[in-house]
């Protein structure tokens, strides 16, 4: 069988779009990828039989490895599977066995297009250099979903919503960070105290003790006191964003505590940049 007589299924996943963006993202995805894997086919000069386009968690429709097991044991004629990378397939190493089985079992070809591999069950006379391949597959993934959950983060922070976990004196409900009520008379406190002119830590834990009933360390003290969080702004990846949650201080009092905080020696370590 030449090579533009072999059977070719393109395989295309995309994980559930966040709630707070549009089904027109999850489109847009999909049909990069088919454009980018077509082009490939037709440069390769492979015949296209099927597109197999995944969405959503793989515990609704099964993993992709486990759906293409079962198309490909329907459909013996399919040669080469082609997909975007590696990771559209697995993301964890069950997963990367999972696809050396199926070069195994079926005998295809899986052509990993950005990563310019191809897995072949006759390339290799030894299963070594297919662990090996496989190795640099899982690094290479890796590498791939930090730098996507950078990237990520950094979206975030773009649209003004804090990456991580929020200060003390804020909560997370239904994915929004959103003011605790509780926590937030404390803050306000804090730094009501601190504007007074009462910036010792130690002095600072006493009197929300006995006003509060509760122990906050010096070390919590001292980020409530530094953190532009509470004016409504963060900083992420050495940026400064304005955040899309509600300020607790305002700004003159957050720079006015500032400027005391400067002379008070018993502030211990402590940054005014600090998120």
């Known amino acids: 069988m030449t090579q533009k007589q072999r059977l070719t299924l393109l395989f295309v996943r995309v994980a559930t779009v966040p709630q707070d963006?549009?089904?027109?993202?999850?489109?847009?995805?999909?049909?990069?990828?088919?454009?980018?894997l077509r082009r490939y086919a037709a440069l390769k000069g492979l015949k296209i039989s099927k597109e197999m386009v995944q969405t959503g968690l793989d515990r609704d429709h099964g993993?992709?490895?486990?759906?293409?097991?079962?198309?490909?044991?329907?459909?013996?004629?399919?040669?080469v599977v082609v997909?975007?990378?590696?990771?559209?397939?697995?993301?964890?190493?069950?997963?990367?066995?999972?696809?050396?089985?199926?070069?195994?079992?079926?005998?295809?070809?899986?052509?990993?297009?950005?990563?310019?591999e191809?897995?072949?069950?006759?390339?290799?006379?030894?299963?070594?250099?297919?662990?090996e391949i496989f190795s640099l597959l899982a690094r290479n993934y890796l590498q791939n979903w930090v730098e996507e959950i950078k990237e990520g983060q950094r979206r975030r922070a773009e649209r003004g919503q804090y990456p991580g976990l929020p200060r003390f004196g804020y909560r997370v409900r239904s994915g929004r960070i959103e003011i605790h009520p509780?926590?937030?008379?404390?803050?306000?406190?804090?730094?009501?105290?601190?504007?007074?002119?009462?910036?010792?830590?130690?002095?600072?834990?006493?009197?929300?003790?006995q006003t509060f009933g509760r122990r906050i360390t010096r070390k919590t003290l001292r980020r409530i006191l530094?953190?532009?969080?509470?004016?409504?702004?963060?900083?992420?990846?050495?940026?400064?964003?304005?955040?899309?949650?509600?300020?607790?201080?305002?700004?003159?009092?957050?720079?006015?505590?500032?400027?005391?905080?400067?002379?008070?020696?018993?502030?211990?370590?402590?940054t005014t940049s600090e998120s």
Request: glycine content about 8%; overall charge negative; some cysteine.
């Open 21 to 36: 963006c549009c089904n027109a993202v999850q489109a847009v995805s999909v049909q990069a990828q088919l454009q980018e």
């Open 63 to 79: 993993s992709s490895v486990e759906r293409l097991s079962s198309y490909l044991s329907q459909h013996r004629e399919v040669r």
């Open 83 to 116: 997909v975007d990378r590696h990771d559209r397939l697995a993301r964890s190493m069950d997963g990367i066995e999972g696809i050396r089985k199926l070069v195994k079992d079926f005998g295809v070809e899986i052509h990993f297009v950005r990563e310019r």
């Open 118 to 131: 191809v897995l072949s069950p006759g390339d290799s006379s030894t299963d070594q250099l297919v662990s």
């Open 182 to 209: 509780g926590q937030a008379k404390i803050v306000k406190a804090v730094f009501a105290l601190a504007a007074a002119g009462q910036t010792d830590l130690a002095e600072l834990q006493i009197a929300i003790a």
């Open 226 to 270: 530094t953190s532009i969080f509470y004016i409504g702004s963060f900083s992420w990846g050495g940026r400064v964003y304005t955040g899309s949650h509600r300020h607790l201080i305002d700004h003159d009092t957050f720079d006015g505590v500032q400027r005391l905080l400067g002379s008070n020696k018993n502030l211990e370590e402590g």
